[in-house]
């Protein structure tokens, strides 16, 4: 992506954002609620970035309130097994889905001295399911 700054006062400057390649996921569940055994298997086209970030949310009962309950960073290669102590620990009969947001970013800086901008790309990929 090409991105052009024209500040007030100052000269304009110009300069390629490299975008990450884009992310998308599945999710799995496996075992029960019921006893304690859930887990989700998380998959995703690896890439040859160093990270990415899963944020597991969800979606309170009866409402379209959404919010994060944990972040969960990890190595860019294709697969992650949330434990079933994380997702045990969900008070399930609050909410009425679960949300899965695959994120892969690039951040650097461009510039120096008060010209010096952070510069942050990211492919977002959320996946919004039933409570099983």
Do not use: C
Request: no cysteine.
């Amino acid at each position: 992506v090409t991105f052009k700054l024209i500040p007030v006062v100052g000269s304009s400057i110009s300069f390629p954002i490299p975008t990450p390649e884009e992310i998308t996921g599945k999710v799995t569940f496996k075992g029960r609620q019921s006893d304690k055994s859930l887990r989700a298997v998380l998959e995703w086209n690896k890439s040859t970035g160093q990270k990415i970030e899963v944020i597991l949310g969800a979606v309170l009962k009866g409402s379209n309130v959404s919010f994060p309950l944990y972040s969960l960073k990890t190595r860019d290669d294709g697969r992650l097994v949330v434990p079933q102590q994380l997702l045990n620990t969900i008070p399930f009969e609050r909410f009425d889905k679960v949300i899965f947001s695959f994120i892969r970013r690039l951040e650097f800086d461009n510039g120096s001295g008060s010209n010096r901008l952070k510069i942050l790309s990211q492919s977002i990929h959320s996946i919004i399911i039933n409570i099983p």
